[in-house]
């Protein structure tokens, strides 16, 4: 359900790698309910702007605040407590565990032990690939089927605010329209969501609303429409006419 509340606001960040200028002046704003696709060439501060959310990177200025609360200078343990799950690229799932294992990781904070069996049978119930192989070693599963299981932990968690890095990255193209519905699922049991994307089509397909951003700032905002049918997204990130 989308609301006119916001959820995530981010406020004139600046982000410092050494002498990097990685993000200056990003403002960015994540409407409870909303899917916001943040969209950029290589290098442009995309995975940076997830990082200094998560408490991962440190801002040099600017005002990060979720839901009321100011989680600027938060450090990762409280960013996560406050409702927030980060699926960095690459997926990072625990290869040596299995899939109903790093299933559970992903509820470790939900103190239910029947609430977190219910989460977890839903995810199976949502992704029954992931049902068939409960038992076997997450870094034997396929590049989607890992991509699956790490959307399926955050699904377990429930976040108010999913932050998903690439997660078509590597993926075939009927793969990535599946983990696209999946998203999707999740933002409709009431998670919102900021999707970083090479692949700009898949990501303003399922999108409300879409931020480019260039050396570290906005250049164009709009709705997912807007930003689909703007000549500049269309030349850069949808491979031309
Ligand atoms: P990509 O699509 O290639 O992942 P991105 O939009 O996610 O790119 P970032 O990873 O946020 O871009 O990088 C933004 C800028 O900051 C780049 O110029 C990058 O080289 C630099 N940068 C990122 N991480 C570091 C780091 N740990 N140390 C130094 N510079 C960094």
Do not use: C, W
């Amino acid at each position: 359900m989308r609301t006119t509340d916001p959820l995530l606001e981010i406020t004139g960040l600046d982000v410092h790698y050494g002498g990097v200028h990685a993000l200056r002046g990003l403002s960015l704003t994540v409407r409870e309910g909303e899917i916001v696709a943040l969209l950029g060439n290589n290098g442009a501060g995309k995975t940076t702007t997830l990082s200094a959310v998560s408490g991962l990177v440190r801002a040099s200025a600017g005002r990060i605040v979720l839901g009321g609360e100011d989680l600027t200078r938060a450090a990762a343990p409280k960013v996560v407590a406050a409702g927030v799950v980060h699926v960095p690229e690459g997926r990072r799932i625990f290869g040596l565990l299995t899939v109903h294992e790093n299933l559970q990781l992903g509820g470790y904070l939900v103190r239910d032990a029947r609430e977190l069996r219910r989460r977890i049978d839903q995810v199976y119930e949502l992704l029954p690939r992931l049902a068939e192989r409960r038992g076997q070693q997450g870094g034997t599963l396929s590049g989607g089927e890992q991509q699956m299981l790490a959307i399926g932990r955050a699904l377990v968690a429930r976040p108010r605010l999913l932050m998903l890095d690439e997660p078509s990255m590597g993926l075939a193209p009927l793969v990535v329209t599946a983990v696209m519905d999946v998203i999707r699922d999740i933002n409709a049991a009431g998670s919102a969501v900021l999707l970083v994307e090479q692949n700009a089509k898949a990501a303003l397909k399922i999108a409300d609303r879409g931020h480019v951003i260039e050396n570290g700032r906005t250049v164009l905002e709009g709705s997912a429409a807007e930003l689909a049918a703007d000549a500049r997204v269309v030349e850069a990130y949808l491979g031309g006419v």
